[in-house]
């Protein structure tokens, strides 16, 4: 029997069978924002997949914290479908950690406008990637945020509706800061209520990886159109890199 994850080095290890898109830098992030989340509240994964980061959540979170997976498991964009709730079933169990963590098959929006449960302490925003969707998801969670809470979202700078929608949400905020990013995962914190001054720092902040993104974005679609001597300028090793 497989014992218990504790270090970030075995679950990384450990997840690395599970197909997703983290990359080791952002799993180090969401393990060590999962670690810490305060006793008696709850994380949320918006968009579990196969169970990568599910099971990385579930192995990083203190014993006294929920873990809430919500996917609908029914539309085969973005990876979902009933393959990979399957797949997400037998990852879970085959690390032992499925009496952690309780799925919700519904849109991330839907699960958020029926939340009853303890405060979020971490929301990890990695579903659907166009505008309309992540911008419902935030705007249905916010309410049960703590006060001190951890938003942290994947592909902010690698989809442009996640992009577009993290500034519409983040950017000028007064009541969220942005913190750091790792590639295309941004973290955000919640910050009571920042002066205009700490807002503008933050937002400033923000805008600095776009360059990396900009340039993802044309190695993206350098290779589509086969513009192999663009790529080549542009200096792309693999495609994990553009995420
Ligand atoms: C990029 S994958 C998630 C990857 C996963 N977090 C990981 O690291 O392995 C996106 C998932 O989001 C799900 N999804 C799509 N739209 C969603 C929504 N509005 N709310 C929740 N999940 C959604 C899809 O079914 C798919 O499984």
Sequence with gaps: MTAFMTSFDETWRAIQTIDGWLTEGQ?????????????????????????????????????????????????????GGEDSLEIFRANLARHHVDDRVRLARQLGSEAGQAWTGAP???LFVDGAHDYTSVIA????????????????????YSSPGVTRAAFRYMFGSRAFRYADSSRSLARFRRAGSASPTQ??????????????????????????????????VLGRTDSACLY
Excluded: C, F, Q
């Design 137 to 156: 998801d935030l705007a249905a969670w916010r309410r049960h945020l703590s006060p001190t809470a951890t938003v942290l979202m994947h592909d902010v």
């Design 199 to 232: 807002a503008a720092l933050s937002s400033v902040r923000m805008l600095r990886p776009l360059p990396w993104m900009v340039r993802n974005l044309l190695i993206k679609l350098a290779v589509r159109r086969g513009w192999k001597r663009v790529v080549r």
């Design 120 to 122: 979020v302490g971490l």
């Design 27 to 79: 799993a180090r992030m969401l393990y060590d924002s999962a670690r810490a989340v305060s006793p008696g509240e709850t994380i949320v994964e918006i968009g579990s997949h196969r169970g990568r980061s599910t099971v990385l959540l579930a192995e990083a979170k203190p014993g006294s914290v929920g873990l809430l997976a919500v996917d609908p498991y029914g539309d085969p964009r973005w990876g």
